[in-house]
């Protein structure tokens, strides 16, 4: 019963060993979380275009329900740059709403993302992480950065910011450089070095809290203010209430796109923290728990004046950096929030827009990784374009479009590889029983009067008539051959158009005296050449022998003419498997 429970609901698998000891290690990681998290919140509150008491009231919620239903141990889950960023973008272009409106449909925005997050779970989609590549999120992840950054700029020069993308944003900034607030950028700038060099020395350093009492003290001690520096302001005291967003079809059209989009990126995101954790530290990750999880999260944070939310990469690390034991750290981290949403925030009133800048654009440099997209590129030229069609997509469309570009790209290149597979000519490396391509290693032994082909690729109905033109090709330009042996070592699936293929070849190759024969089949596929029929149509002995040693061992010893090879010892024939 218990095992059942702590299923749905992982905490009460874990709760009841948790010890005094415990509590300590996430104690300590939760006061750490909550200097560094508390200015950070505020600040993707306002790349969200909401006032900056909506970040803790979605910093308060989400960790809360996060740790009832979350696999992920060292997780905050939370305000998000990458989210932040996508709701402002969509939600910015309905100019005339007032805050109240527009805080509305942030919150019904997340309620929409977790919906669909707790409907894949129920359809159990968990797989759908897989729809975004590294390749794309890289070149995402790089794009929303410079749009963050540049965004942030605006708030570090002190210099009025215009909406547009990314390129027009760019070319106001520069143009506009000459009416730079002088004080306001050696603020912004000063507090971006010093949370660059902690982040190196020192990451344990509540660097984030650091800066933030300083430019208030400064602030509040100075005539800066006169100078042109701009501050957040009043933030009013207190915590998130029961609101259920109202919802008309109109709203539901509009934000439908931007809600699965955020649902997307939010649980990619979510998985690819997950998994690195995982595997670091050998524990696993539920995939369709996290489904759930980000959806229960989504939506109580929806429900209670919050907007969208996702894992933290900035907060997570931190969690793991102090050795958070489990999610009861962000369980700590928002009860300290919740005090500071109570009674503390009068204290934030004089804290600096410049300063505001700085922490998110410390917080997204990351984002561009350049060092990974160096290696695609040595990896895979192609890839490397598609993650660079991905970026560029981001910085001229906007962010929901850069991601289905970036989505697209990934599926026609799938589709390419597989409409146009490689089709390589085996041949037997030099004293051994190996056989490889002879294109790319021509000391390969060619296999007098023998035509060995593999299709590097599924043997599906998007290539079945290619595979098939392109034997018949190689056969009619060498009267040679007398054997035609398909290698489906790497053609793990076969579907009942390939199947048909198989069939039309084979009658083919016969009528004019030549034998076919399949080497290196799985039992997936044997199962398919025997349901669908083929097995009889061609003969039982073209596809029980999986080796190709084998295959040109039987073939040879059948009455071939053209000796191949010697049989080999003790010659067994794989099973078929049902």
């Known amino acids: 019963m218990r095992e059942e429970l702590a299923s749905t609901i992982p905490i009460a698998g874990w709760l009841p060993a948790y010890t005094k000891k415990l509590f300590r290690v996430d104690l300590i990681a939760g006061i750490t979380l909550t200097a560094f998290a508390i200015p950070e919140l505020m600040a993707y509150a306002q790349l969200a275009g909401l006032p900056p008491e909506y970040g803790l009231y979605a910093g308060i919620v989400a960790p809360l329900v996060y740790c009832l239903f979350g696999t992920i141990r060292e997780m905050n889950i939370g305000p998000s740059s990458s989210e932040a960023i996508l709701t402002a973008a969509m939600l910015g272009i309905l100019s005339g709403i007032d805050i109240?409106?527009?805080?509305?449909?942030?919150?019904?925005?997340?309620?929409?993302?977790?919906?669909?997050?707790?409907?894949?779970?129920?359809?159990?989609?968990?797989?759908?992480?897989?729809?975004?590549?590294?390749?794309?999120?890289?070149?995402?992840?790089?794009?929303?950065?410079?749009?963050?950054?540049?965004?942030?700029?605006?708030?570090?020069?002190?210099?009025?910011?215009?909406?547009?993308?990314?390129?027009?944003?760019?070319?106001?900034?520069?143009?506009?450089?000459?009416?730079?607030?002088?004080?306001?950028?050696?603020?912004?700038?000063?507090?971006?070095?010093?949370?660059?060099?902690?982040?190196?020395?020192?990451?344990?350093?509540?660097?984030?809290?650091?800066?933030?009492?300083?430019?208030?003290?400064?602030?509040?001690?100075?005539?800066?203010?006169?100078?042109?520096?701009?501050?957040?302001?009043?933030?009013?005291?207190?915590?998130?209430?029961?609101?259920?967003?109202?919802?008309?079809?109109?709203?539901?059209?509009?934000?439908?796109?931007?809600?699965?989009?955020?649902?997307?990126?939010?649980?990619?995101?979510n998985m690819s923290i997950g998994t690195s954790l995982a595997r670091k530290y050998r524990y696993k990750v539920d995939a369709n728990q996290e489904l759930f999880a980000l959806g229960a999260t989504s939506i109580a944070t929806g429900l209670f004046q919050g907007f969208p939310v996702a894992g933290s990469f900035s907060r997570t690390a931190l969690n793991e950096i102090n050795g958070a034991a489990t999610q009861m750290t962000g369980v700590i981290a928002a009860v300290l929030t919740a005090i500071v949403a109570l009674f503390l925030t009068g204290l934030f009133t004089n804290m600096p827009e410049a300063i505001i800048g700085s922490l998110i654009l410390v917080a997204v440099i990351r984002l561009v990784d350049v060092n990974g997209l160096v290696r695609i590129a040595r990896i895979s030229r192609d890839?490397?374009?598609?993650?660079?069609?991905?970026?560029?997509g981001v910085l001229l469309f906007g962010i929901l479009s850069g991601v289905f570009i970036g989505v697209i790209l990934s599926i026609l290149d799938i589709l390419y590889r597989v409409t146009s597979p490689r089709i390589a000519i085996l041949g037997?490396?030099?004293?051994?029983?190996?056989?490889?391509?002879?294109?790319?290693?021509?000391?390969?032994?060619?296999?007098?009067?023998?035509?060995?082909?593999?299709?590097?690729?599924?043997?599906?109905f998007a290539n079945?008539?290619?595979?098939?033109?392109?034997?018949?090709?190689?056969?009619?330009?060498?009267?040679?051959?007398?054997?035609?042996?398909?290698?489906?070592?790497?053609?793990?699936?076969?579907?009942?158009?390939?199947?048909?293929?198989?069939?039309?070849?084979?009658?083919?190759?016969?009528?004019?005296?030549?034998?076919?024969?399949?080497?290196?089949?799985?039992?997936?596929?044997?199962?398919?050449?025997?349901?669908?029929?083929?097995?009889?149509?061609?003969?039982?002995?073209?596809?029980?022998?999986?080796?190709?040693?084998?295959?040109?061992?039987?073939?040879?010893?059948?009455?071939?003419?053209?000796?191949?090879?010697?049989l080999p010892e003790n010659p067994q024939k794989d099973p078929v498997s049902n």
């Open 383 to 392: 890839e490397f374009g598609i993650a660079m069609a991905t970026c560029i």
């Open 428 to 460: 037997r490396v030099p004293d051994t029983r190996q056989y490889a391509d002879r294109i790319r290693h021509p000391e390969n032994e060619a296999i007098p009067g023998v035509l060995i082909i593999r299709v590097d690729a599924p043997l599906i």
């Open 100 to 269: 109240a409106r527009y805080a509305s449909l942030a919150a019904l925005t997340a309620l929409m993302a977790g919906s669909f997050a707790v409907l894949a779970r129920l359809l159990r989609l968990g797989f759908i992480v897989n729809l975004i590549s590294e390749t794309v999120l890289k070149g995402f992840l790089a794009g929303v950065g410079l749009v963050i950054i540049c965004g942030q700029l605006f708030k570090i020069f002190g210099i009025h910011s215009i909406q547009g993308d990314f390129f027009t944003q760019l070319i106001y900034l520069l143009s506009n450089l000459t009416t730079t607030n002088i004080p306001t950028l050696i603020l912004g700038a000063g507090a971006v070095l010093f949370l660059i060099c902690a982040e190196k020395r020192c990451r344990k350093l509540p660097a984030a809290l650091i800066v933030v009492i300083v430019s208030i003290l400064l602030m509040s001690y100075t005539d800066l203010a006169a100078r042109g520096i701009q501050v957040v302001g009043t933030i009013p005291a207190g915590l998130p209430g029961l609101v259920i967003p109202e919802l008309s079809f109109t709203d539901f059209q509009i934000l439908f796109p931007l809600a699965f989009a955020i649902f997307l990126l939010s649980y990619v995101e």
């Open 464 to 566: 079945a008539e290619i595979v098939k033109d392109r034997i018949e090709e190689l056969v009619a330009d060498d009267p040679e051959i007398k054997l035609v042996i398909l290698d489906m070592s790497s053609s793990p699936i076969l579907d009942v158009s390939a199947s048909d293929m198989i069939v039309d070849l084979s009658q083919n190759l016969v009528a004019i005296g030549i034998s076919i024969r399949i080497a290196e089949a799985t039992w997936q596929v044997r199962r398919m050449l025997r349901i669908s029929g083929v097995e009889k149509m061609i003969g039982e002995e073209v596809t029980q022998t999986t080796s190709l040693e084998l295959v040109l061992a039987d073939w040879n010893c059948a009455g071939s003419t053209n000796p191949v090879c010697s």
